[in-house]
């Protein structure tokens, strides 16, 4: 028979906790004014909703685009996360592998655009994205971010650490480089693949100012942006507001408790490296 051990709260989760009850406030309290009346939603001080309003949720539903919206932000998202995954890891095992001239350079070049605010850039990119034609339309939402300078640095970062014995066997049984990354190091890299993926999904998702200057047509808005249609110039519908929120942040919170194991996996072995 088993019993089950406690153990005692160290001074670190005495400072953890409060943090932790910090961070889930905002949530908590999204979630209660998605289930208030509008009065409830304005009383100050505020307090618990005195029922469950799920009139909110089909009200954001009824009143707004907001599925095709959820569409249209998942369709971007996941083609970013495929191609960052696929982009970023054949980048990440040229640098990390393969030597050609000016590669280290290139390198740190990709790495120097990470402190670059995307403010300064985000004028020239519209300006690319509308001389190829695809400007208000999802495809403008999707090139840019198909590959990062982060994801390409994490997945160079992780072969790094991936022992060279194992590439060396497989070549001298006539394997390619990218025969070895396909059978050898792909079994190797699903916990940095699913950060990447995570990483990536959650940029996309929650991205509001480049699909606020790229995107005009209420059909091509992504969910972050169609939210703002329930803010009006004088007045707030708080609660159809929170409702649509807790909608939009349903996929996120998915895709991250799915993916949690291997991404604080990921994080641990690099950050050891």
Same mark, same amino acid.
């Given at each position: ?26 949530? #908590? ?21 005195? @029922? ?27 083609? %970013? ?6 982009? %970023? ?12 001239? $000016? ?21 020239? =990119? ?6 190829? $034609?695809?400007?208000?339309? =999802? ?22 650490? #991936? ?17 070895? =990354? ?5 079994? =190797? ?36 942006? @169609? ?16 409702? $649509? ?9 998915? #895709? ?14 690099? $950050?050891?490296?």
């Amino acid at each position: 028979m088993t019993t089950l051990r406690f153990r005692r709260p160290s001074a670190l989760h005495l400072v953890l906790l409060p943090l932790s009850l910090v961070m889930v406030a905002p949530l #908590v309290w999204m979630v209660l004014v998605s289930f208030s009346t509008q009065a409830e939603s304005r009383r100050f001080p505020p307090g618990l909703p005195s @029922g469950l309003e799920w009139g909110n949720y089909a009200a954001a539903l009824r009143d707004a685009p907001l599925g095709s919206w959820l569409v249209n932000s998942s369709v971007v998202s996941v083609v %970013c996360v495929v191609g960052n995954l696929v982009l %970023c890891s054949l980048a990440g095992y040229a640098f990390a592998r393969v030597r050609f001239l $000016g590669s280290r350079v290139a390198f740190v070049a990709i790495l120097a655009t990470l402190m670059v605010p995307f403010q300064i850039v985000m004028l020239p =990119l519209l300006i690319m994205v509308r001389s190829v $034609g695809l400007t208000d339309t =999802l495809g403008a939402l999707i090139a840019p971010n198909l590959a990062t300078a982060f994801g390409v640095f994490l997945m160079r970062q992780f072969f790094m650490t #991936v022992p060279r014995e194992l590439e060396e066997a497989a070549r001298i049984d006539g394997a390619g480089r990218l025969r070895i =990354l396909a059978q050898v190091l792909l079994p =190797l890299m699903r916990p940095t693949l699913a950060t990447l993926a995570v990483l990536t999904f959650l940029q996309t998702w929650n991205d509001f100012l480049w699909p606020l200057i790229a995107i005009q047509s209420p059909e091509s808005m992504t969910v972050q942006i @169609g939210l703002q249609s329930f803010q009006g110039a004088h007045t707030t519908n708080w609660p159809k507001l929170m409702a $649509g929120t807790v909608l939009s942040q349903l996929p996120v919170l998915i #895709v991250f408790f799915v993916a949690q194991r291997f991404f604080v996996r990921s994080v641990a072995s690099v $950050g050891i490296k």
